[in-house]
């Protein structure tokens, strides 16, 4: 079983930053087999994809709300993957999701992801 833990939300005003962190473990799992993305969900919206990353980390990919702003890491030594998050903007408040893909090559579908953390909340004010 893989447990995705997410940490590093809070309030912000807009124009600050943040550093969400999602923490992987479980019995027989191997992080680096895993891509990993993070997605949103604001109230009465679906959820959406914000950012991917492939299994060693030389690959990613943003959705262009968030492009230029965020930027997504990972530490396949420490089992953790990382988003930044700069120049907040109101429009960015929501519950942060960590998910992982086993053998995925980083993709924004949510659908393909198997995994997936509880959620922090993320709230910029204006």
């Known amino acids: 079983q893989v447990q995705l833990v997410e940490s590093g939300g809070g309030l912000v005003q807009a124009g600050g930053s943040l550093r969400l962190s999602c923490a992987a473990s479980?019995?027989?799992?191997?992080?680096?087999?895993?891509?990993m993305g993070w997605f949103r969900q604001a109230p009465g919206k679906e959820r959406e994809f914000v950012a991917t990353?492939?299994?060693?980390?030389?690959?990613?990919y943003y959705a262009d709300s968030v492009k230029g702003r965020f930027t997504i890491s990972r530490d396949n030594a420490k089992n953790t993957v990382y988003l930044q998050m700069n120049s907040l903007k109101p429009e960015d408040t929501a519950v942060y999701y960590c998910?992982?893909?086993?053998?995925?090559?980083?993709?924004?579908?949510?659908?393909?992801?198997?995994?997936w953390g509880r959620g922090t909340q993320v709230t910029v004010s204006s």
């Open positions: 998910a992982a893909d086993l053998y995925g090559t980083g993709v924004v579908d949510k659908s393909d992801y198997d995994y």
């Open positions: 479980g019995r027989t799992f191997t992080f680096s087999r895993y891509a």
């Open positions: 990353i492939n299994r060693s980390g030389s690959s990613t």
